[in-house]
């Protein structure tokens, strides 16, 4: 695949330390964004990154990103300066954010990304969740089908690719572990009805970074890949053994069955040499 000269120069100024040339834009600065945007800034890149809660622009400007104001679900205008020098645009906004609104997930995306340079890359962290939900394994040459109407994330996809083509990289994020988060913290001591049999899909946020990066370094662009580990261990036995390690209450599984949903994150590594190299049984660095 040959490299857009602008990642080549950057690929040669960041092997000597000094470079500056990449500008990042981050839609969506919550808890992955700011870890997405530290770590690139640790990287060379200069960062921008989205805000809606006043509050969080001394957050971003703590870690070294330039943050402005941006609504997504009213439409408004992203500084020109911030758009007209954006080389990579990230896009963290999750489908919770467009709640009780009138339009579509995807048409909020579009407007928002549209505003943007023709030539701007674009990276889209959309979730596991565009899958079914019925038992099977799950990888990207999946067949959707005809209609995507009642899929609001497949949708979305459809639309951002419509929009900007071979210049936009989809990331299918399974369930986010890191720094003080894990889902054993909303799981503890409650009363599940399932058997727990299914499989867990998770990914650690250190791991989204690096993919990010070797997207960038590499061009990947044009692509479709889950970012999954690949360790598939049940639900029951796993999130038990989270509880116990973090000492708290264990959740409690029942004797209803659940479709076991496992996604695979192996073309990533197979197409452009990616290592998952964050485990997800580090219960000690997910403790709040």
Not at 19 to 28: A, C, E, N, W
Not at 104 to 112: D, E, M, P, Q, W
Request: hydrophobic share 35%.
């Amino acid at each position: 695949m040959e490299k857009h000269a602008l990642f080549s120069n950057f690929e040669k100024k960041k092997s000597m330390g000094i470079s500056k040339d990449i500008h990042v834009t981050i839609l969506g600065c919550g808890w992955l964004g700011k870890i997405v945007g530290k770590y690139l800034i640790e990287q060379g890149y200069t960062v921008s990154g989205s805000y809606r809660r006043p509050e969080s622009k001394n957050e971003l400007e703590d870690l070294g990103i330039n943050p402005f104001p941006y609504e997504f679900t009213v439409n408004t205008n992203i500084p020109s300066e911030i758009k007209n020098r954006t080389d990579l645009l990230i896009i963290m906004f999750p489908p919770s954010s467009v709640k009780n609104q009138e339009e579509s997930y995807g048409t909020f995306l579009t407007a928002a990304s549209t505003q943007f340079p023709a030539k701007t890359k674009v990276i889209f962290t959309c979730s596991s969740g565009v899958y079914p939900k019925e038992e099977g394994i799950y990888n990207e040459s999946f067949d959707f089908g005809v209609s995507i109407s009642e899929n609001n994330l497949k949708e979305a996809e459809e639309m951002l690719r419509k929009k900007h083509s071979s210049n936009l990289t989809i990331l299918r994020l399974a369930g986010l572990i890191g720094p003080k988060r894990h889902p054993i913290h909303s799981l503890k001591g409650r009363e599940i009805s399932h058997s727990g049999k299914a499989s867990v899909n998770l990914i650690h946020s250190a791991d989204i970074c690096r993919a990010i990066e070797l997207i960038v370094s590499k061009n990947a662009f044009g692509s479709v890949f889950n970012l999954v580990f690949g360790k598939h261990p049940e639900k029951r036995e796993y999130y038990v053994r989270a509880a116990n390690a973090l000492g708290l209450d264990p959740p409690k599984f029942g004797d209803e069955s659940s479709p076991n949903r496992m996604i695979t994150g192996s073309l990533i590594e197979n197409e452009l040499g990616f290592r998952y190299a964050h485990s997800i049984d580090n219960f000690d660095e997910f403790a709040i």
